[in-house]
């Protein structure tokens, strides 16, 4: 499986973006997808994550409200509009896919596919 992330750039702060997670095949592997982000100097941290089938989602606290997940299935694509942006926001963003069910899909070990990442920058 093949993960490619897009749809990052630059963005002023209360601005919008839309991140795209394209599947390159073999998405019958993929049981979740999730969003995670890496700040300079900071670990990766979860952002949200949705099911292939059901479209049951998650997101992180720090997103509730300003971010939303979803899922193209015909498309093999996950989007994320991300939605009143704020400098903290400063990440590069990563797709990932997770093989298998897990009950807990925050943590970024539970995932086995990784896209390459898109730079997102929330100017104040």
């Known amino acids: 499986v093949q993960l490619q992330a897009s749809g990052g750039g630059l963005v002023q702060a209360g601005g919008s973006l839309r991140l795209s997670c394209a599947a390159s095949e073999h998405t019958f592997m993929i049981y979740t997808m999730g969003w995670f982000r890496q700040a300079p100097g900071k670990e990766r941290e979860f952002v949200s994550a949705?099911?292939?089938?059901?479209?049951?989602?998650d997101y992180a606290d720090s997103v509730k409200g300003r971010f939303t997940i979803s899922r193209d299935n015909a498309k093999n694509t996950v989007y994320l509009r991300m939605n009143t942006l704020k400098p903290e926001d400063t990440a590069v963003y990563y797709c990932?896919?997770?093989?298998?069910?897990?009950?807990?899909?925050?943590?970024?070990?539970?995932?086995?596919?990784w896209g390459q990442g898109t730079l997102v920058t929330v100017s104040s």
């Open positions: 949705i099911s292939w089938i059901g479209g049951n989602t």
């Open positions: 990932a896919g997770a093989s298998r069910m897990w009950s807990v899909r925050t943590l970024a070990a539970k995932y086995d596919y």
